[in-house]
Each structure stands twice: as structure tokens, then as C-alpha cells.
Nanobody
Framework: QVQLVESGGGSVQDGGSLRLSCAAS????????MSWFRQAPGKEREFVAG???????RYADSAKGRFTISRDNAKAMVYLQMTSLKPEDTAVYFC???????????????????WGQGTQVTVSS
């Protein structure tokens, strides 16, 4: 079992930045691919960025060049640095853990075994 707790959400202006954090506890953190998803009202949950414990990270096209995922395996933390935020980035952001797909980074929510409760990000124009 893995417990995930997100933090760092908030409200920013168009063009602003935020850094999301996800703290993991439970099973060995290094075994998991860690990803960020987001869900806007009335929309499906979508992949944002993902990182295996070692190897190539992946980004959604909407995140490339603006968002950076990183992880600190020693601290069992994963981060999402978001810059140049746009109103369309407004969503609840979720941290998720996938225990079986290493070294791949799956982009479908059903591939993930554990989820955090989410943190709200609101970008106003």
C-alpha cells in the first residue's frame, strides 16, 4: 500500500508559476513510476507528466516546455514545477503511483494503482 499526499496548489494569474509536491509513504518508493494527472470540471482525467524511478520522463504535449517533473527518491517526494500557467491549466492535480509498468510511463489513469486526494490549481486571466 502507498499513501500519496499532494500539496502546493493555489490560485495564480495567467503566466504565473506553481510548484506541486507529492509525499509518498508506505511501500518502497523506488519501485514505482510516479506521475501527475489533472482533471478539469466536466472533463476526463488526463496525463500531465510521469517519471520512472530512473529513466526517461514523459510529458503531455500541453506540458512540454512549461512543466517539469522531478523526484527525490531519498525523500519519497515527487514534484511538478509549473511555469507560464494558462487558464486552461485550471484543474485538480493528482499524484499517482504505478507499480508494474517500469520503465514505461503509462498515460492512462487505469494503469495506476494509487492516487492522492488532489490539489486545486486555478489560473485566472
Amino acid at each position: 500500500q502507498v499513501q500519496l499526499v499532494e500539496s502546493g496548489g493555489g490560485s495564480v494569474q495567467d503566466g504565473g508559476s506553481l510548484r506541486l509536491s507529492c509525499a509518498a509513504s508506505g511501500r518502497t518508493f523506488n519501485d514505482y513510476t510516479m506521475s501527475w494527472f489533472r482533471q478539469a470540471p466536466g472533463k476526463e482525467r488526463e496525463f500531465v507528466a510521469g517519471s520512472p524511478w530512473t529513466g526517461t520522463v514523459r510529458y503531455a504535449d500541453s506540458a512540454k516546455g512549461r512543466f517539469t517533473i522531478s523526484r527525490d527518491n531519498a525523500k519519497a517526494m515527487v514534484y511538478l514545477q509549473m511555469t507560464s500557467l494558462k487558464p486552461e491549466d485550471t484543474a485538480v492535480y493528482f499524484c499517482a503511483a504505478d507499480r508494474t509498468s517500469f520503465p514505461l510511463v503509462r498515460q492512462t489513469p487505469s494503469s495506476y494503482d494509487y492516487w492522492g486526494q488532489g490539489t486545486q490549481v486555478t489560473v485566472s486571466s
